[in-house]
Structures are given as structure tokens and as C-alpha cells.
């Protein structure tokens, strides 16, 4: 059964998804660093070294959000980044934070749907997408159009939330993510049913080798899982 963010309504999960982003996206940025303690920035940071040895020109960030991924892959120095998303509101909130950076040369944001990238064939030399893919409606189909748009010798970067296995951290990420999340989630964002989602589509969504099986079976070479901090979220890599 698909998760969805708002069960009492009608339409797909995509459209559900735009319109809960849209609702949070001026709080988003605050609440991202605080329910994680700030480890978040430390996951995307860690996350885009993996490219370091490609030293990628073009890169593509999907589920861009308010483009923090975006803007911590310009560590690598390359030509452009282009960030896609299908919130309106979450765009907007990262444009003004990529103009009050003066980063517009380097980095832009755009509309874009997941599983029908509006880019041609072999265009970027890396994809990337940090908490994005357990929201996409069609994971393999979005996953299949990512392989598409990267050049022969590309490679994907995902950061992903996954599930601890391990006691007591399995334990004590379920209570957290079960009892606390929503309640804070809720307070500041007003949005009662977005951080009861999130647990709901992490506990979902197929991590460590499903998700590289997935990869595997869309084109994707030397896929690797990394499980960070405790299991809390892992960094997946793959080759086209």
C-alpha cells in the first residue's frame, strides 16, 4: 500500500507530496537541522566526498527542496548545478537563499518531476538526491530516469533515512521517530500530517540491499550501500 501524507484526501502520492512540501517549506530548513541535531549537514557533506574523484562539471540534485544539497555540492567546484523539485513553496524558500548567497551563476533552481526529467539523455556527470526518493510515487521509474540523464561513467549519490537494526538504537530511533518527531513536527509546522508521514514512509521504504537491488536492476554498476551513524540514514552510490 502506498504511503501518502494526507489519507482523508483523494489524489496521487505525487500531488499530496508537492502540497505537504509547500505547506512546511518555510520551516523546513529549521526543523530539518533541529529533529536531527544538526547530523543532517554532516550526512550531506559526507555524501557528496563520494563524487570527489569524478570532479563532476554538471550535476543534477533532485527532490532539491530549499537546495541545501545543492549548494554543499559546489564544494566540488562545478560548472552548474541544477536542483528540480516538484514543491513550488520549497523552491521559492531555497532561491532566496541561493540569491541572498550570490549563488545564482552557479546553482539553479527549477520545477521538475522526479520520473520525467525534462533533461536530455547523458547530460550530467553525477545525480544527486538527499531524503528525497522514498517520496517518489514510482521509485524505479525515477530511479530509471536519473540512469538516463547521466553520462557514461556517471555516478548517482543517494541519502536516504534508513532503519537501525541494532539494540538499543533501533529501539530508541522508533520511539523518537514514533512519539516525538510528529509532536515537535507538528508544533512548528502546523502541519499535522507531514512528520507523521515521515516515519511512515522511512518504515516503508526498501533500504540497504533492496534499494541497491533496485538500483542493480535499472542499469546502475558497483552500487554500495553505507550505513551512517547507527543505520539512521545510509549513503547509496551506483555507476552508469
Not at 537563499?97 to 526529467?117: H, N, T
Request: charged share 30%; proline share 4%.
Amino acid at each position: 500500500m502506498t504511503v501518502v501524507p494526507y489519507k482523508e484526501k483523494e489524489g496521487s502520492k505525487k500531488a499530496q507530496v508537492a502540497e505537504m512540501f509547500n505547506n512546511i517549506s518555510r520551516r523546513y530548513d529549521f526543523l530539518n537541522h533541529f529533529l536531527s541535531l544538526g547530523i543532517d549537514i554532516v550526512w550531506r557533506k559526507k555524501a557528496i566526498r563520494e563524487l570527489k574523484e569524478i570532479k563532476p562539471k554538471q550535476i543534477l540534485d533532485i527532490a532539491t527542496g530549499t537546495g541545501d544539497f545543492a549548494i554543499e555540492a559546489l564544494s566540488l567546484k562545478p560548472d552548474k548545478v541544477i536542483g528540480v523539485d516538484i514543491s513550488e513553496g520549497m523552491l521559492a524558500m531555497g532561491k532566496k537563499k541561493i540569491a541572498r548567497m550570490k549563488l545564482e551563476d552557479k546553482v539553479e533552481l527549477q520545477m521538475g518531476d522526479s520520473e520525467k526529467l525534462l533533461f536530455d539523455d547523458n547530460t550530467f556527470d553525477a545525480v544527486i538526491v538527499a531524503f528525497g526518493v522514498r517520496n517518489f510515487e514510482n521509485l524505479e521509474k525515477g530511479l530509471a530516469d536519473m540512469w538516463r540523464v547521466l553520462k557514461p561513467g556517471g555516478k548517482v549519490v543517494v541519502l536516504e533515512f534508513s532503519k537501525p537494526t541494532r539494540f538499543p538504537m533501533k529501539q530508541l530511533y522508533s520511539f523518537y521517530f514514533k512519539y516525538i518527531l510528529p509532536i515537535i513536527g507538528r508544533m512548528i509546522s502546523k502541519d499535522r500530517a507531514a512528520y507523521t508521514y515521515l516515519p511512515e514512509s522511512v518504515k516503508a521504504f526498501p533500504d540497504g540491499v533492496l534499494f541497491t537491488n533496485i538500483l542493480d536492476r535499472v542499469g546502475f554498476k558497483k552500487t554500495i550501500c553505507k550505513p551512517q551513524t547507527f543505520g539512521i540514514c545510509s549513503i547509496y552510490t551506483g555507476i552508469k
